[in-house]
């Protein structure tokens, strides 16, 4: 009787520790079902988390990139100008027409030409540099300038390169009588009996006089209806 007493109490502990088991082994699920919850959330935060942060290096790359490109944009800019003025200088002293005051001015004029024309002032400037090769002194130059712009205008539009029209006018200005027949074939009509027995400076004079009869205000008309080099 006593071994049976005995025996039933042994299986009742072992229901009790079977039901504590399984309470523990249920709560260890819920357990896990809640921590498996919350890496899911956890990794569904962190993908939102480096979408955003993608996003957002994406249009930093975007902007800085952009500015950059403007920096050199501006870099190039000035030292184009820069090359194109020691070009011009470097021109005035081979001619021995160098004076650092009359260069000084000549940049402003440039600018000048570019509000009053569109042409762009390091065009301008490379003009100076091909007439400044023909031997023409500053003050020719400043003077033939407007004419030569007045004729691209009419004849070929805006260009950023006036080495053609700038070759053409220091042949024409520095050797008018030889050149201005040749120079019929490309527009520019001169009438020579007016050159003669005249000093080059009277010539030259001459000859943008009738140039300018011919094509004064062309090039302003032209940035006046376009706005100028595009």
Known sequence: MNKIIGFNQILSKFEVALQSSTEAVNEMKGSTEELANSMDKTKKEATEMFSAIKESYGKAKETISSVAKAIKGLIDIHMKQAQAEL??????????????????????????????????????????????????????????????LDVQAATGGYTEDLSEISGLFGQLMSKPEKMAEALKAKGIVIDTVLLKNKTLTEQQQEILRQVNAIYGGQATALNNATGGVK
């Open 87 to 148: 070009q011009f200088k470097n021109s005035l002293i081979a001619s021995k027409q160098y004076i650092h005051s009359a260069f000084t001015e000549f940049k402003k004029f440039a600018r000048a030409q570019q509000e009053l024309t569109g042409f762009g002032d390091q065009a301008v400037l490379g003009a100076g540099k091909v007439l400044a090769s023909f031997g023409l002194s500053v003050e020719a130059i400043r003077s033939t300038i407007p004419a030569l």
